[in-house]
């Protein structure tokens, strides 16, 4: 008992009294964006009021690709696909008749990102095939360890928005579960989410590949199938909220199309909510891009974010500091 | 964030010092079982040990239905299924042809459980079809509110089994996260989770129905239609659980056949693990059966309890009492 009493004393320590003393959102400029997440947060926590929600409802959904991390100019499991599928195709020699595993292997990402989210899970799916969830993800994990983005010359894992970090850290410290809801390869996620958000495998919520359970050696075995069984994209993630998490979101944070249904489901419910997108309009110091982009598309989230009350955080404009330690 | 560490504060009040002042396990009787429980959280739980685990390893599944409450004479599901299905009977004379709807309208448990989970199963989607999974769950809810089990005459609620209940606390004050991994459906099981168990519902695992997204007055629906996509029973549970946790649990608690592949996925991990099954051998307290039961049959997990190290907790003669309040 010793040892669970003194974590349980530790992590209070940890994140109540150093938030209290000091600024909880210290990259977030003043201003409505800002302001709004700490109304939110101090209007559902406060005891007898209209807005109050008790802590076990306190749930926030967060999209990873754009809105936890750099999505651009690909996704990075696309990236791992890439090299995944290069080291196979030598044992493959039919995948030299599939155009896209050819453009893939090629590296060719515009004509692989024309195929949208299907063909990347598709190439994805074929990369982790085979193996165990298990398996996958220490092979994400091998390499985000040595992979590196080419613009900033970063681990990919370096390029979380130190924004959104303290976002996480404000909600948990106020009782809220955040859990990760994106179009991702689960496995891919959470190979890392833990280290990067401090969030939890089974708080990791993600398109998933068929498992098959068997047994070899004496022992079970679990074998992720090359198909796609769940895309948790766009209408799928209410569907991935409602199996996975059981509970309508009270916040939900997005920054592309692909988050539009989320942000409706979050928002739709009774009470108090919060719905932001993050939006992708600082060139110099990480991307600009939204209607016409291939990658994170935004725009039916823009013309309805007035009439919908959500919030449209400005990179340029909102944050003071885009990642970790600058 | 007053709240957030007052509420912790509270937590660690709660669990931390009343156990360390007196028995964690106060209806478990003195034996192998009780120690083997008490042996196990030891020892994963004391830093610097070989069999030290991390907190965020520590993942304890448990099924439900005659692991956690009373699955004898049948499952209480099945019984809110059939007063559903009576409810809606009169909508849907087709059902009149239907051999196993009939059993069921009729009440004719023993042919229901004939048909196995995939009948139980089919006859909760029948009942749930075309709701929402919150409107399952609050029907489900309302039900158990005032639905009485017929021989004790009391709530399904209070028929959970108090030893149970006390692991459940005794984990969660290690450090533990417990899920729930049942055969049952979820939205049914999520129903209770929280209120008899203290599982919130993203920890609650369970068999579910296909989700239909769509829109009715302008805001997102999600519909349960009446087709199973996937069973979390026997080879279904470790599929569940990587897919649902993502990691595998260093304790599992069953009581069924049903229970047996969770059990062995359990405990062919590396390090200190604990298969516990709970045998029903008192008729005079609850039930007695096993290998000819058609509810809860237990046999393979007899057989194999002792070359697999998993330890069978007799209801009779470990358990002082069965029920809370007793």
Known sequence: MRLARRSLAALSLAIAPAR???????????????????DFVAAVTTPGTADFVPPPERIA??????????????????????????????THPDWAQDALLNAALAGDMPAVLAGGSAGILRLLGLALGGLSPDAGRRLAAEWLATARDARWGRPYTALVYQPMLEVLALLRAHGFKT??????????????????????????????????????????????????????D????????????????????????????????????????LGMIIHHDDAAREYAYDRQSHVGRLARGLDDAPARGWHVASMRQDWAHIFPGA
Not at 23 to 30: A, G, M, N, V, Y
Not at 63 to 88: K, M
């Open 20 to 38: 209290a003393q000091t600024d909880p959102l210290p990259s977030w400029r003043e201003g409505p964006r800002r302001r709004a997440i700490l």
């Open 61 to 90: 959904t967060f999209d990873n690709d754009g809105t936890l991390w750099v999505e651009q100019p690909v996704y990075t499991q696309l990236l791992f696909a890439r090299d995944r599928l290069r080291a196979l195709a030598p």
């Open 179 to 232: 859990f990760i809801v994106s179009g991702g390869g689960v496995e891919f996620v959470r190979a890392f989410s833990e280290t990067a958000y401090g969030i939890p495998p089974h708080q990791v919520v993600g398109s998933s590949f068929a498992l098959q359970p068997g047994q070899a050696d004496g022992r079970i075995t679990l074998t992720m199938e090359p198909r796609v069984d769940f895309v948790d």
């Open 234 to 273: 766009g209408p799928g993630k209410p569907v991935g909220i409602a199996r996975f998490i059981g509970r309508r979101p009270i916040a939900a944070f997005g920054n592309s199309d692909g988050d539009w249904h989320m942000l409706r489901y979050t928002t739709e419910g009774a009470g108090r909510r």
